[in-house]
């Protein structure tokens, strides 16, 4: 692999999610709100919050933090909708704190180890080491299946 390859920057949106750190590819946000009360929708899954009015759009809104198995997310004045969009479609991730933009090399992520179990997919794509800090690079297609975020 050349050295042009191998240096790429990426850039990455950490967050926190139940006192964890976690992140996404700064490309796929689109932006960062302040926490919006959804609208819930009936028979949608758990971890769908609802939806919100974006400017005339109707977004919906997924707790990430009930997404990944984790706690929901506490509500409390820090709580933030990370606005992403995965092939074209937007969805608003509901995390605990957005904390910082951070830039790495390829040569800064580790594969994660495999450690799924009945066929699940992972949804964490890399680990990265930062000042004994270890953030998880959420892998965006797992997360948000496209039924999945059209069900809300």
């Not at 692999?1 to 689109?30: G, H, N, P, W």
């Not at 758990?46 to 929901?72: S, W």
Request: glycine content about 6%.
């Amino acid at each position: 692999m050349s050295d042009a390859c191998t240096s790429t920057t990426i850039e990455l949106l950490t967050f926190r999610l139940a006192d964890q750190e976690y992140s996404l590819d700064i490309m796929s946000v689109r932006e960062i709100r302040g926490w919006t009360r959804a609208t819930p929708l009936p028979h949608a899954p758990h971890f769908m919050k609802g939806v919100i009015n974006l400017r005339g759009t109707v977004l919906p809104v997924m707790d990430l933090g009930a997404r990944l198995g984790l706690p929901p997310c506490e509500k409390t004045d820090r709580n933030v909708i990370i606005v992403v969009m995965l092939k074209d479609k937007m969805t608003g991730l509901m995390v605990d704190a957005v904390s910082d933009i951070i830039a790495l090399t390829a040569q800064d992520l580790q594969r994660p180890p495999d450690m799924n179990s009945g066929g699940v997919p992972n949804v964490v794509s890399a680990l990265t080491l930062i000042d004994d800090r270890l953030i998880r690079v959420l892998d965006l297609a797992s997360v948000i299946a496209p039924s999945e975020s059209a069900a809300a």
